[in-house]
């Protein structure tokens, strides 16, 4: 994989030197948004000048839109794994940084296709969009940026119990760069800027059964303490932080683990996985340049509305979860669904059905499908559970061929995994996944 890295980056290093504005095409979740932060990043120390576009999905439309841009290199970062075929009729060069799925096209020799699929590695845990992203750059000095890929990589929910694979090579970088430091500490969220029973539910990794996501469950937690829940955490003195911790321990024994730490960072940005909560944020509520703008160095104006967002998401995220504890899902045989018309509900229905699982108000013995209407199509995103994965689920396969099958699109990872359908379709589609999906698990 390292040498697919390096002809990558021999590729992008002729065009640089030929002066030309490099063309940057990424996904607008926090890996997709760290994906063209490292690309940019590094351009941008060298330089050269980039053109970033961020969009929700790489579409065959879009991909033929782009062909007649007239820039002679192209660089898809967190998606074009699945468009190889077009690629390689581009009359430019192409470099695809991918994590999710491959299908079969081999690439020709105007494309550069790095995926860590290719090699045998899995791309749902090993190695993310922005870690793939990072490998294309590493070679030009870069190890100062390697974190990015570490968020990136936290976006994507890697990492949450410590790296391994390619990503840890890529820690090892960061490490030695001196940008970042490990620590073991409370992996709650917003210690300083938010109250204490807030900041508990807002923390949904890992996950506080009763507590994350469900302000009241804190606040009868942190009560039955004798704990103040209107305080800060940073405002706890070390006996009251001890309590904390021992009894946070026996609800999630992972609360208490390393935390990555960028300590030059502003507060709101030191620790990795907040940064990629902030950039998740700024992608679920489309605004992708803000996201991309913050991590390639804008702060106070740009961070403050950031945060504005965040909160918002995360209050509705919050309700989301509500309503799952309130209604619960729709079972088939093999999963079980989400569905709502509510506008709100609809714009978080892929991060509730994870965290619902995660903090198991959503049974995991069954993949859960998320849907929700998009004028005349429905957004699928299907969850299940590492260990639904070892029973043979394959979500992103499953997405993949039933979308297919009513004229949509789809795929992704084994574990989590998209796609887009006719609303006409919903029906059968639901219904041909839960076969695909008893199939897999031998149910058939
Ligand atoms: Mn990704």
Known sequence: MLSRASEATNMLKEHMEKDEVIRIISHHDADGISSAAVIANALAEEGVQYHTTIIPRLKPDIVNELRHEKYNLFIFSDMGSAFIKDFNTYKSDVIVADHHQVCGSEAESNVVHLNPHLFGIDGSKDLSGAGSSYLVIRDLNKKHLAHFALIGAFGDMQGQKGFTGVNRLILD???????????????????????????????????????????????????????????????????????????????????????????????????????????????????????????????????????????????????????????????????????????????????????????ELIDNSKPVIGLSRLHNDIKISGRTTRSMVEKGVDLGKALQDSSNNFGGQGGGHDIAAGALIPYESKHNFLHLVDDMIGFQLGND
């Not at 620790?271 to 991590?295: P, Q, R, T, V």
């Not at 088939?332 to 995660?358: E, F, H, W």
């Open 173 to 359: 970088d960061a490490l030695e760069s001196g940008r970042l430091e490990i620590h073991e500490g409370l992996k709650i969220v917003s210690k300083s800027s938010e109250p204490l029973y807030k900041s508990l539910s807002y923390t949904f990794s890992p996950p506080l059964p009763k507590i994350s996501g469900d302000f009241e469950g804190s606040i009868e937690f942190l009560e039955r303490m004798g704990l103040s829940y209107g305080i800060k955490f940073s405002d706890l003195g070390e006996e009251e932080r001890d309590i904390l911790k021992n009894e946070l321990i026996k609800i999630n024994p992972d609360i208490f683990a390393d935390c990555y730490t960028l300590p030059k960072e502003i507060p709101f940005l030191r620790d990795l996985e907040e940064y990629s909560y902030i950039l998740d944020a700024c992608g679920k509520n489309k605004k992708f340049g803000l996201g991309l703008s913050i991590a390639l160095g804008e702060r106070e104006k740009a961070l403050e509305t950031a945060i504005g967002l965040q909160k918002k998401y995360r209050d509705q995220i919050v309700k989301g979860l509500e309503w799952v504890k309130r209604e619960g899902t729709v079972q088939l045989s093999n999963s079980q669904y989400l569905y709502s018309d509510d506008k709100v509900l609809k714009s978080v229905m892929g991060t509730i059905a994870s965290i619902g699982l995660s903090v």
